[in-house]
């Protein structure tokens, strides 16, 4: 025991003896009247022995004392002002429209007071896309809120929290194998043209990078969200390097308004999901080839009753990213909204995004629609040679807005995109089930020079599933998505898995072997290649904090 314990340990002594002493004379005299003489002569000698025993205790330490080189002991009233440190505080176990949820796993933005998944860029196609639902930055009820430097899941890295604000500092990134050799070297569209595949790859890259910085000012309630984006594949492209970013303030539960760079909500994979996907920043080919994309606007949303969420996005058009606002109409030509109901359990995992990897005890259910339309002109598309984003094509990869798109010598310099998606979803103990079926209608065309149709009309479906093989390291997955299009049927087949070495979302590792049959979707942030048929192989190795 070292010399403070020793002190601290016999100043207790006798302060309790001393105590005693105080206490026992007090006793007596309230006692002195019913007592005899006897009585009090006997308690008199047992008082006077007890304070003889009090000057032999307090000789002996003492004398320790002096053996031991100690300063002389504080007294009991003085080693209890000692300050003492709180154990660390754990953070507390929150809870999802009733559901408890570790902190790792929340995801809501219902501005509750509880941990919650900040937005991380959805790298699949642009630089900021499906962040999480917009975070709360309330910190959890009873934190020290002048801590700084921890590590707080969904948040990253809190650098600072203090009364007038938090900071909080993110990444998300991945190295990529990817091997597209065993595709056809060309195909034939619709039109009879013979095309060459863009560029058939066989490399390693780290193929992306975003740090991001997410936080609240002055007021839990309004939040900010900034980010740098790069991606290797693209070096030496125009958008290389983007930074963007939204603001946002949340009214209350059925009330968010963001305004800045933002995903449409026009299917699952755009609202708000990323990165809480199956196949690691890629979408299955019939929603990359259906859905809108980023643009520049404000949006509202909220929780409307328990498990009954909506959201609505008014913005410049259908894909901004890439595109200066110079080349714009004046006004808001896209609207795009999505509700969504997980009736059983009220919440369907982190984002509601794709997988099991919390392993839900009870059965969650999830079935949403979604709707966009979107007046959108030639000028407003985004150039080829910029990073990969959503455009307009018919069903063999032909971009609407192309030159020539149907061979006939006409283009079109505007239509009106409308799209509707259904979807549904269960989980339950690690396995994952779901499908979403998609209807789109291109129209009301201005057009120069003959073109064979007055409208376009594609439907298809993307369905996938997963398991949980081995809890928490080993999740096994199989999409399928089918178009059914006026100028092609193409299809696609994709086998993977991820892997979890550390038993915890932020790292893994995916696997994945995808068969395209005359894909309609590609680029250079993709697998996929435009016209591409055949076996493609990637392994990616995701961080993501």
Request: charged share 20%; aromatic share 12%.
């Amino acid at each position: 025991m070292s010399n403070n314990g020793r002190g601290l340990r016999l100043a207790w002594l006798k302060g309790s003896l001393s105590l005693a002493a105080l206490v026992f004379p007090w006793a007596t005299q309230a006692q002195e009247t019913a007592m005899s003489p006897e009585d009090r002569a006997a308690i008199q000698a047992e008082l006077r022995e007890l304070q003889q025993s009090r000057r032999e205790f307090d000789a002996r330490i003492e004398a320790l004392e002096r053996r031991l080189g100690m300063e002389e002991a504080a007294e009991p009233e003085a080693a209890a002002a000692i300050p003492v440190q709180p154990a660390a505080r754990q953070p507390e176990t929150a809870t999802v429209s009733g559901q408890p949820v570790s902190p790792a796993v929340t995801a809501s933005s219902d501005g509750k007071d509880y941990e919650t998944t900040f937005s991380t860029p959805d790298l699949a196609e642009a630089p900021i896309a499906d962040p999480a639902p917009p975070p709360t930055a309330v910190a959890v009820s009873g934190e020290d809120p002048s801590f700084g430097g921890r590590y707080i899941p969904g948040r990253g890295f809190v650098l600072v929290r203090g009364d007038e604000g938090e900071l909080g500092a993110g990444v998300f990134a991945y190295a990529r194998y990817l091997n597209q050799e065993n595709l056809n070297p060309t195909y034939v569209d619709a039109f009879g043209r013979t095309k060459e595949l863009a560029d058939i790859r066989e490399d390693i890259q780290f193929q992306k990078l975003s740090w991001n910085f997410k936080g609240w000012l002055f007021d839990p309630d309004f939040r900010y969200y900034f980010f740098f984006w790069t991606s290797n594949p693209q070096m030496g492209e125009g958008a290389q390097v983007v930074l963007g970013g939204y603001f946002q303030y949340h009214f209350n539960d059925a009330l968010t308004v963001t305004a800045g760079v933002m995903p449409l909500p026009t299917t699952r994979s755009t609202n708000y999901t990323f990165p809480n996907w199956l196949r690691n920043d890629n979408r299955v080919m019939a929603d990359e080839f259906f859905r809108g994309s980023y643009s520049t606007g404000i949006d509202a949303q909220g929780e409307i009753a328990r498990g009954l969420r909506y959201r609505v996005a008014l913005a410049n058009n259908l894909a901004q990213l890439g595109v200066s606002s110079q080349e714009l109409d004046a006004g808001f030509n896209t609207l795009s909204g999505a509700l969504w109901w997980m009736p059983t359990t009220g919440e369907f995992g982190p984002s509601a995004g794709m997988g099991d990897f919390e392993e839900h005890q009870q059965v969650a259910t999830l079935v949403g629609v979604h709707f966009t339309r979107s007046r959108e002109d030639a000028q407003g598309q985004p150039d080829l040679d910029d990073f990969e984003n959503s455009q307009i094509r018919l069903s063999d990869g032909t971009l609407l807005f192309s030159p020539d798109p149907f061979n006939t010598g006409g283009h079109i310099e505007k239509a009106t995109y409308q799209m509707l998606a259904l979807n549904a979803g269960v989980k339950f103990k690690g396995f994952h089930f779901e499908g979403e079926y998609y209807f789109r209608w291109v129209d009301d065309f201005v057009t120069v020079g003959p073109i064979p149709v007055t409208e376009l009309y594609d439907t298809g479906f993307s369905l996938q599933a997963s398991a949980m093989a081995i809890s928490k390291v080993l999740q096994p997955y199989v999409t399928y998505s089918k178009i059914f299009g006026e100028y092609g049927d193409p299809w696609e087949l994709a086998l993977g898995a991820n892997i979890y070495p550390f038993n915890r979302k932020e790292t893994r590792f995916n696997i994945q072997a995808l068969k395209l049959n005359g894909s309609p979707v590609g680029g250079s942030s993709l697998p996929s290649q435009v016209g591409g048929t055949g076996w493609v192989f990637s392994g990616d190795w995701i961080v993501n904090f």
